[in-house]
């Protein structure tokens, strides 16, 4: 049964498969025992495998052991997690915040907790699977915006009268690499009286002096602001957060099914997030060179006549076309030594190399993509 679906999917050049990194993430990694520069991780600050890091998880083993054992309500979690929570609302200017065991699990889990029967959630027709997921989830109904489109998205906010409003968008689109137009965002919450959502996946350790969108744009914490980010990508280590009002906290605590019914974090990820934070804020040269490197990377992408798609962030899409094109132009960069990876529908409508540029990346890795994408 599941043969000839599979077959399916191999025909129309769908298929997709694991690669088995032999070695820590980076800008060059391992697989099958040769070396690639890779512009395939999220690792934006390249601290995925910084030494302080490392060694500050490693101490938190020796003192709270390893497994968590229980969900944060009942022993899960140590007082780092309660560390990370405040380091976090003190990071966000919020009043509180909540660690969860993964992006994926914290819009799964928050978004149903938010938006009731009576609630009507506005989503940007790019938010990422998880915040699909999450709306699907909730009982409320959901309004799908065009992409970043700002008079859109007022016209489906006249049209719908319900009691309870929550626009929902990531803040750093994933697979775009653009940022949504948030002044006009928080603009329409005022006049339509709706909460904001947002997704710092890619924002948190990237823009806003690392801070996320909300720093980036100037625009102040309020209580009807929510803020979910990761500790995944740019602060390379695991878990996610949500920041916002003390009232939302406690209520998504008690109440959201991801966050209840999950065993905790082990305290070695928790002191890894802390250690990355720490990192992060005391040196401010570590985004600097990854904003350097993105530019360079953008400039040469586009000066070897490639499309990026609107790309304003370390992510840079470049257009390729068919399905096939962008198989073939993956495999050319794979045997020129570069994993750049081809992402193909459902993950997104049209295919494309997503290169993703991190601090730890050398002058010379850039300059090897952009030669390469020249001979193509
Ligand atoms: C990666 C990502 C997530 C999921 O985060 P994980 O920690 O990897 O589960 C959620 N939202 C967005 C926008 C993402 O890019």
């Known amino acids: 049964m599941f043969s000839e679906k599979l077959n399916l999917l191999k025909e129309k050049n769908l298929l997709r498969r694991i690669y088995d990194r032999e070695s820590p993430q980076g800008p060059r990694i ?3 025992g040769q070396e690639y520069i890779s512009f395939s991780s999220n690792d934006y600050l390249g601290l995925a495998g910084h030494p302080y890091i490392i060694n500050t998880a490693n101490e938190s083993m020796s003192r709270y052991g390893f497994g968590a054992g229980a969900s944060r309500l009942l022993s899960g979690g140590s007082i780092l997690h309660h560390q990370l929570e405040e380091k976090i609302a003190q990071f966000k200017n919020t009043e509180a915040a909540l660690v969860f065991n993964s992006g994926y699990a914290a819009n799964t889990g928050i978004i149903p907790a938010l938006a009731d029967r009576d609630t009507v959630l506005f989503s940007d027709e790019l938010n990422h699977a998880s915040i699909i997921d ?10 799908v915006y065009n992409h970043k489109d700002v008079m859109h998205l007022e016209e489906c906010l006249k049209k719908k009268a319900a009691t309870k409003k929550v626009i929902v968008t990531d803040t750093i689109f994933s697979m775009n690499g653009d940022i949504a137009p948030l002044r006009e965002i928080v603009r329409l919450c005022k006049t339509y009286n709706a909460y904001l959502y947002i997704d710092e996946a890619h924002a948190t350790g990237v823009i806003g002096k690392g801070k996320g969108a909300l720093a980036h744009f100037d625009i102040d914490p309020e209580p009807w602001i929510i803020q979910m980010g990761t500790f995944s990508k740019a602060l390379g280590s695991f ?14 605590l008690n109440t959201s099914r991801s966050f209840m019914y999950s065993t905790a974090l082990p305290s070695c990820i928790i002191a890894a997030s802390i250690a990355a934070l720490e990192l992060m804020e005391n040196d401010p040269h570590i985004i600097k060179q990854l904003w350097t490197n993105r530019d360079k990377a953008a400039q040469g ?11 304003e962030t370390p992510i840079i899409p470049v257009k390729t076309g068919s399905i096939q094109n962008t198989l073939r132009i993956a495999k050319y960069l794979f045997e020129q030594g570069i994993f750049a990876p081809a992402i193909r529908p ?3 409508k049209e295919s494309r190399i997503r290169i993703t540029v991190t601090a730890a990346h ?15």
């Open 301 to 311: 992408i586009l000066a070897a006549g490639y499309d990026t798609m609107g790309s």
């Open 30 to 32: 391992l697989l099958k």
């Open 346 to 348: 459902p993950t997104v």
């Open 239 to 252: 878990g996610a957060f949500l920041a916002g009002s003390a009232d939302i906290i406690a209520w998504t």
């Open 134 to 143: 999450g709306c699907r989830l909730s009982k409320a109904e959901t309004v």
């Open 362 to 376: 050398t002058d010379e890795d850039i300059e090897r993509l952009i030669e390469a994408l020249k001979k193509i």
